[in-house]
Every structure is written in C-alpha cells, then in structure tokens.
C-alpha cells in the first residue's frame, strides 16, 4: 500500500526515501564529522542524570546508625505497585517506640514513581540515582534493609543521613 | 399500680431541621446518635454514665425560654417540642475552640500511633478544627510507653482526659484501677495498681484517642489494611456479637459489637484470642498421613474410600446447627459420639463470661432430637467420661473431630490429649482438625483440614438458646472441607447411601 500516491507518481521513490532518513542522514553527518556526539560508548560511559532521577531507592538513617523509618506504613499504602512490605516492631526506647525490623521492596514490582518518598514523613524513603538494575534470578530482586540502606554505594556502606531526627522531630511546634 | 407501669412518652423534638422522635427523658444526645446524626463526642458512650467533660456535643436551643448559652447535649435530656441547633455560629466556634484545647498537650506521633485511620481526634480535625496551633508555649511532656498491667498499654501523653476507661473500671467491672491524678496540664491518667479485671481490653476499645492500645495487637497491622468480619465468638455458651479485624495477611483481633440482647457493647478478654489460630502457621493445608511420627502430604479420596469397618465419629461442641444436621443424616446414630469439653473457672462471672466452654451444646442436642427423635444422653455419648469410651473398643476406624478453641483451654488440652492416648492402639484415628498444633496429634493416623469457625456460615445456639450467626470471612486454608462434605465423601466413594456404617458388610 502506497501511503502517499502523488509523491511517488512524480519523484520515483528516491524522495521518499530521502524524506524518510532525512533526520537520521542529518545525525549521521553531525556525528561523523562533529566532535560533540549525541550516543554515549555506554559501559565505558556513564550518562549523568540530575539529581532528582528516579532510581533505586535509598533508606536513610539516624545519627546513630540505624534506620530513619519509623514503620508507619504511608509508604505501602501509597505505593501503587504494592511493592514495599514492611514488618514493625516495639522498640526499647520509648521515645523511638516503633520501629522495622523488615523492610522489604520488590524491586521487579516497583514502578519507580516516587510516591513512596513523596509519602514519607520523616525522609525515610529517597529515590536515588542509580539505574544500573538487571540480574539473573528474581529472587535477587526482592531487597531488604541492608542493602537498602547500607549497600556500598552509600558512603562506602555507612548509609546516607535522613535530615528529621527524633530530637527535633519533638521540638517542631505543631 | 398504673402509676408505676406509667409506659414511656413518645415525643417530638427537632435537632437542626431534623424532627426527632424519641422517649421523653431520654438522653438527647443518644437520641441524635441513633437517628443517624454524626455529632462530634469524646466523653459520651452509651455504655457509660455521662460525664460531660470533653465539650464537644453542644447544642444551642432556639425559643424564647430557651438558655442563653450552648450546653451539652449529653447531659441533657429529650422534651415535647424544643428545638436545638449545633450549626450556629456560637456552637461551632465553641467547638472549634475546644478541639483545639484537646490538642495544646497531644503529641501528634500519629505515624507511629495504632489509633490512627479510627481516631476521633484525627477525624474531627478534619470536620471541625483544620486551624493552625496558635500556641506559644512548649507541650507538657508525660510518660510514654506505661504497660498497665493484663493486655493494655498506656501513653498518658496522647490521652484526652474524657474518663471512659476510668468510668468504665469504675461502673462496668467496679475494680477501680485507673484514676485521674494532678491538675489542670499536668492532669493525667494514671493506673492506681496494674489492670487486673478479665474486661480490660475493652478500655482499648472505648478509648477515642491512641491513649490506650491493646499490647496484642500494638504495630501489628495499620488499621486502615483491615475489613471488619461481623460474626459471632464461639469462645463459651454465651455467644457474644464481635467483629474480627483481618486481610489476606491474617486476622488480627477481635472487638465486641454492640448487641443489647446478648452482650451490650463488653466481651472478656478470653474472647479476644479466638482470632489466633485462624491464620496461624500451624494451619492444615491438605491432608497429612502419620508416617511413623512424621506428617506427610496425602490424598484424602484415597484412603476414605478403603476405610475398615465399623467406624465411628467423635464431634466436638463446636459445629454449627446446620453442620450436625448434616452429619446426623448421614450416620445412624449408635455411631455419633460427641467429646464434652470441661468445665472452667467460674459457672458465671456475674458480666459475660461462662464455665461452659461448649458454645453450640443447645444446639447439638436440638438437633440430635430431631435427627433421630431422641434425647440426647451425655453419660453414655460424651467421650470424655469413662462409660462411653469403653464402647469404642470394638472401632476399627474412628473420625475424631478437634474441637476449636483447644489452646485457649488448659483443662480441656490435657484431657483430650489423654483421651486420645486412652483409644485402642489398633484403631484407624482420623483427625479433622484446623492445625496441627494440638497436643496428642502423634496418636492420629490422619490429619484432614476442615475450617475454622470464621470460613464457613452457620447457626448455633447460646445458653439462652437465642440463634446466632457465624458469618464466612477470607479463607485460609483452601482445601478444608466440612465434616459433612468427607463423610459425604464416604458415602460417595462406598457407592451405598448407608455407606458410613455397612458398606463393609
């Protein structure tokens, strides 16, 4: 079927062709002879993002060490994936009192649409940049606390700083 | 004497445009309440005696003899014609205003509060407040996480102060634990000596605020992931209506529904673990065969259908009526033996709870009567009593069915366990039990999942031989049948209508 009948009548199909490529004969050209390139050699190049791309997610933590989260569920129940499967429990302190002892998200569910952290009230929860996410088996996908928050990456596994601690989160006048 | 059986009035009053009928006398709050009418109330319960003190249900009555200033409803009382409105402006800003008193000292962790999605204060924040805190001074801290003894948990911070778990400790039970101690800011509720009456949990329930929260259920599960299953607690003879909080996870707990005919708005705290082993880890999920004490998966249809006769069947108290009617119609009835669960503490505690632990047993001998028009006979059919058991010597293959609620009983665990041992070592034992966790599962040849009292519909009858309601919630086991649906399967399987009982001869 001839998409466009008139064009073909008069010119023969070398317009059409030229028509078609036009835009990729125009980037083959600037890329042969231009030193700027559009397409990065990828694994030996690295694209850098802005930092606020989606990526994997990030949990923070408290000056101490452990976890900002608070286990309050709004991630979870925002989440439209249902993705993030949270496990609270008592803690000894009683101005923490709640706090997980499993924070699970499965990483082949999560659409990395944010309203997880949009959700958070304390910056538990950040979408980091890294984008690097393929593997073999689907088990290695489902990722828990430590790698959440203490993968190497973090600060060479110390974790990223959440900015509410539970010190001032009492102070806020409210 | 006509004075004294003087009937009630019927009057008219109106609430906002709204014409009311209702007792004269009665309480005016009340009246709106069961109309329909959502009127912001801590304080009020209708459980309780009035108190007054969160100020939040005024109304303001329009007429000439009418009181200049807004009172509260709940302290007041219905009469012919008066008309009272809480739309006004002097009404809303009196409530406004004292919502906004409620919440000087709260310290807004609703993040980690278990009140949050069912609290009153967050919902009237929402209706009636939604103003910014114009406080200048700090919160006045108080002590967080204090266990108070049973299943309760206090933060004096998070409290209100409307007294209705001190009111209830106080009216319902009369033991006097909780108080109110200090004045003014530092006012706060305070447990005199630990918990120690068989209702606390209900003061989790009454609490309006996250104040008190039951240890059971503390960071278990937001409420807001929960459906409310209306059924009825088959924990003793009295039958209680209760709601049980569950989702695909589990159940979670269980709360009392109001239903003035049986139980108010109370359940004890027994009642409240009858939710644990619906979801728990020990539950069948198929078949199991005893391979020399190791449980193994089966096929059920197999080994129904080369039973050795003759077989018998021990029920327990716990079926529903529709349930034994079935099974009666499939067994005669020199083959139906029932296991009575023992009697505990008390025979009544004087508010809910029984001694008889066998919640359907009214209507287990209602229908034995019209299944084989007989009169039930425990002495020779109960198989906890010695004269029965001896009739199950000659049994080669024998359904025992577990009764529910077998944990929660201390008595009846080992008893059962003993009478499981006491049947005769050659005797084929099939176990249709919900998990299989109960004591004595070693002395089974067979396990068969059936389920729980929360997965099936039916009736059963309580000690004042009312009908009750079980109702179906989510099913966690997939492959439980009913006792009757496997003895139909004998029936099937034997290709004889009589199957149970001579399809061997």
Not at chain 2, 2 to 11: A, G
Not at chain 2, 67 to 76: I, L, W
Request: with cysteine; proline share 4%.
């Amino acid at each position: 079927m001839l998409l466009n009948k008139d064009l073909y009548q008069h010119h023969g199909y070398l317009k059409g062709l030229y028509l078609a490529l036009k835009i990729t004969l125009i980037n083959l050209l600037r890329n042969l002879f231009k030193k700027e390139r559009l397409t990065l050699n990828y694994p030996e190049e690295k694209y850098q993002y802005s930092d606020r791309f989606k990526g994997l997610h990030i949990l923070t933590i408290k000056e101490d060490g452990s976890l900002r989260c608070t286990s309050c569920m709004l991630c979870a129940t925002n989440c439209p994936a249902q993705c993030i499967h949270i496990v609270a429990s008592n803690h000894d302190d009683p101005s923490v009192e709640k706090a997980p002892v499993s924070f699970e998200i499965e990483l082949l569910r999560c659409v990395f649409c944010g309203f997880c952290a949009e959700a958070c009230p304390v910056d538990a929860i950040r979408l980091g940049g890294e984008y690097e996410l393929a593997g073999h088996f689907e088990r290695d996908w489902i990722v828990d606390q430590h790698f959440l928050a203490y993968r190497k990456s973090l600060n060479e596994g110390k974790g990223v700083l959440s900015v509410v601690e539970d010190k001032n989160r009492m102070k806020l006048k409210l | 004497m006509s004075d004294i059986k003087k009937e009630k009035k019927i009057v008219t009053f109106k609430w906002n445009d709204q014409e009311i009928q209702a007792e004269e006398g009665s309480n005016l709050l009340k009246a709106a309440l069961d109309h329909g009418i959502e009127v912001a109330h801590y304080c009020y319960h209708p459980g309780l005696s009035v108190s007054g003190v969160c100020r939040m249900c005024m109304v303001e009555q329009i007429g000439d003899k009418a009181p200049p200033r807004p009172y509260p409803s709940c302290n007041a009382t219905v009469s012919e014609g008066i008309h009272v409105r809480n739309d006004t402006p002097k009404v809303t800003s009196a409530v406004q205003s004292t919502l906004e008193f409620h919440l000087v000292n709260h310290p807004l962790d609703c993040t980690i509060c278990d009140q949050a999605g069912e609290c009153k204060l967050q919902e009237y924040y929402m209706e009636h407040g939604a103003y910014d805190s114009s406080m200048v001074d700090k919160k006045v801290h108080k002590e967080k996480v204090q266990d108070i003894g049973r299943n309760v948990m206090l933060d004096a911070e998070r409290c209100i102060l409307c007294s209705r778990c001190v009111r209830f400790t106080a009216e319902i039970t009369k033991t006097h634990e909780l108080g109110i101690l200090n004045r003014g800011d530092h006012a706060e509720i305070t447990a005199i000596e630990p918990l120690k009456n068989d209702y606390a949990a209900n003061v989790v329930d009454i609490c309006p605020v996250g104040a008190l929260t039951s240890k059971d259920f503390r960071f278990n599960q937001r409420v807001w992931f929960l459906e409310d299953l209306e059924t009825t607690c088959l924990g003793c003879v009295t039958g209680c209506s209760v709601k049980i909080s569950q989702n695909h996870n589990g159940a979670f707990r269980v709360r009392p529904r109001e239903d003035q005919e049986v139980n108010g708005y109370w359940m004890c705290d027994e009642g409240r673990e009858i939710y644990k082993h619906l979801s728990s880890l020990g539950r069948l999920q198929f078949p199991l065969k005893n391979n020399s004490g190791l449980f193994i998966p089966t096929e059920s249809e197999q080994f129904l259908s080369t039973l050795p006769r003759p077989m018998a069947i021990i029920l327990s108290t716990h079926l529903t009526v529709e349930e034994y009617e079935a099974i009666f119609h499939l067994i005669p009835e020199d083959q139906v033996y029932f296991y009575r669960l023992p009697e505990e503490g008390p025979e009544f505690d004087s508010l809910l709870k029984r001694s008889d632990k066998n919640a359907n047993r009214l209507g287990l001998e209602k229908s034995y009567y019209k299944a084989y028009n007989n009169v039930l006979n425990w002495t020779t059919k109960d198989c906890s009593l010695a004269g029965a058991k001896e009739k199950l010597n000659s049994v080669k293959s024998c359904f025992i069915v577990v009764p529910e609620f077998l944990p929660h009983f201390i008595k009846a665990k080992n008893n059962f366990e003993n009478f499981l041992h006491s049947l005769p070592k050659e005797c084929l034992k099939i176990a249709l039990a919900y998990d299989d966790l109960f004591q004595g599962i070693n002395h089974c040849d067979y396990l068969l999942p059936v389920p729980t009292f929360a997965e099936k519909d039916g009736t059963f009858f309580n000690f004042k031989e009312q009908a009750r309601t079980l109702k179906k919630g989510i099913v966690y086991s997939q492959q439980a049948q009913s006792v009757p649906d496997y003895l139909a399967l004998i029936t099937k399987t034997t290709n004889n209508s009589k199957g149970f009982s001579h399809a061997a001869q």
